[in-house]
Nanobody
Framework: QVQLVESGGGLVQPGGSLRLSCAAN????????MAWYRQAPGKQRDFVAD???????NYADSVKGRFTISRDAGKNTVYLQMNSLKPEDTAVYYC????????WGQGTQVTVSS
C-alpha cells in the first residue's frame, strides 16, 4: 500500500530553518519523481522542488538558494531543508510522487512568523 507521510512542520521565526520529511512507503525512488508542493490559504497549490529518479533536483525560483531537496533510498524518505525562511513561505507543504501513478501526502503546516 502506497502512503506518503509528511512531518517536520511547525512555527519558526523569519530567517530560521526547518527540515521536512516525507516517508514514502511503497514508493520506489528509482521509478518515481518525488516533489514538494505548498498551498497558502486562499491560493493554489504551487510547485516547490522535485528530485527525479536520476537524482536531478529542480526548484521554484522563489526558493532557489534557500531550500534543498534530497532523498535517502535506504530510509525511503525525501527531505526538504528550508533555510532563511520568510513569512511568505507560510503554507501547508505536501509531498508528491509521480511515476506510473501519482500520490499525495496529507500535508504538514509551516508557519513563519515573529
Amino acid at each position: 500500500q502506497v502512503q506518503l507521510v509528511e512531518s517536520g512542520g511547525g512555527l519558526v521565526q523569519p530567517g530560521g530553518s526547518l527540515r521536512l520529511s516525507c516517508a514514502a512507503n511503497g514508493i520506489s525512488f528509482s521509478s518515481n519523481t518525488m516533489a514538494w508542493y505548498r498551498q497558502a490559504p486562499g491560493k493554489q497549490r504551487d510547485f516547490v522542488a522535485d528530485i527525479t529518479n536520476r537524482g536531478t533536483a529542480n526548484y521554484a525560483d522563489s526558493v532557489k538558494g534557500r531550500f534543498t531537496i534530497s532523498r535517502d533510498a535506504g530510509k525511503n524518505t525525501v527531505y526538504l531543508q528550508m533555510n532563511s525562511l520568510k513569512p511568505e513561505d507560510t503554507a501547508v507543504y505536501y509531498c508528491y510522487a509521480r511515476g506510473f501513478f501519482t500520490y499525495w501526502g496529507q500535508g504538514t503546516q509551516v508557519t513563519v512568523s515573529s
